[in-house]
T-cell receptor, first 116, second 109 residues
Framework: GAVVSQHPSRVICKSGTSVKIECRSL??????MFWYRQFPKQSLMLMAT?????????EQGVEKDKFLINHASLTLSTLTVTSAHPEDSSFYICSAPRDGFNTEAFFGQGTRLTVV | QKEVEQNSGPLSVPEGAIASLNCTYS??????FFWYRQYSGKSPELIMS????GDKEDGRFTAQLNKASQYVSLLIRDSQPSDSATYLC?????????FGDGTTLTVKP
């Protein structure tokens, strides 16, 4: 199956600092990638749609100035959590569909962010 | 009403039994349906995809889709302890996936 690699898998940062998470499609080109957030014992909530070469589309209630998304190439999207606070601590997961817009998504390994 | 609803868990079955997981969705124009398995602390992994009405079988797994009833299910035959995980139902429209809250399955040896 297609491989989506996400890095880092785990990060602990101090409140007020910024953290960058990378999502790479290793064996296919992804014009679109999705970023999700998952709190403990809850489902995945879509944060934003990352579009190669254009601005990301954010879901309602997600602060675009806080969660910066850059999709500069067909294989890489980054999510930067700026001025992180403890309430931003969560499991962040990226995904990309390989074969078409409504086909199954391949997920990265996820990033466990802890803000102290 | 949630866009994607799954039967509340947790669900516990003995080893070798059939586990039945259910999901309903609200958007009648939905075209693509998926079941993912998620182990604690890990990302979801695809189990089954189904796009048309009827049954789709893959090994011990069978997905069933009924678009008229807006219902999709997953049956796991001969359940194994390694099947113990949270199962997420996902509905995809225009590339966006909406997930249910998940059903946690425990298969007891």
């Amino acid at each position: 199956g297609a491989v989506v690699s996400q890095h880092p898998s785990r990060v602990i940062c101090k409140s007020g600092t910024s953290v960058k998470i990378e999502c790479r499609s290793l064996d296919f080109q992804a014009t679109t990638m999705f970023w999700y957030r998952q709190f403990p014992k809850q489902s995945l909530m879509l944060m934003a749609t990352s579009n190669e070469g254009s601005k990301a589309t954010y879901e309602q209630g997600v602060e675009k100035d806080k969660f910066l998304i850059n999709h500069a190439s067909l294989t890489l999207s980054t999510l930067t959590v700026t001025s992180a606070h403890p309430e931003d601590s969560s499991f962040y997961i990226c995904s990309a569909p390989r074969d078409g817009f409504n086909t199954e998504a391949f997920f990265g390994q996820g990033t466990r962010l802890t803000v102290v | 009403q949630k866009e994607v609803e799954q039967n509340s868990g947790p669900l516990s079955v003995p080893e070798g039994a059939i586990a039945s997981l259910n999901c309903t969705y609200s958007d009648r124009v939905s075209q693509s349906f998926f079941w993912y398995r998620q182990y604690s602390g890990k990302s979801p992994e695809l189990i089954m995809s189904i796009y048309s009405n009827g049954d789709k079988e893959d090994g011990r797994f069978t997905a069933q889709l009924n678009k008229a009833s807006q219902y999709v299910s997953l049956l796991i035959r001969d359940s194994q302890p390694s099947d113990s995980a949270t199962y997420l139902c996902a509905v995809t429209n225009a590339g966006k996936s909406t997930f249910g809250d998940g059903t946690t399955l425990t298969v007891k040896p």
